[in-house]
């Protein structure tokens, strides 16, 4: 499950930012920047699901003062 998650999420990620790159807003209207934040903030959402689905071996967390 974490596997199908982490591919969803990746699959996901490259089309938000593909989409963002391709249909880049007009930054000079409160719209646009808007619009833009809302972008940013779905693409740390999608770094996030990544990060949490990635298997335990690649990303090792632990207490580092034990």
Known sequence: ???????LST???FSTAFYA???FPDLTTAGGVLYFLM???LLLIFITAI????PSGIIKFGNKFK
């Open 21 to 23: 790159v391709a249909e």
């Open 51 to 54: 990060v949490l689905s990635l």
């Open 1 to 7: 499950m974490r596997i199908l998650s982490l591919i």
């Open 11 to 13: 699959i996901a990620f």
């Open 39 to 41: 972008l940013v903030i």
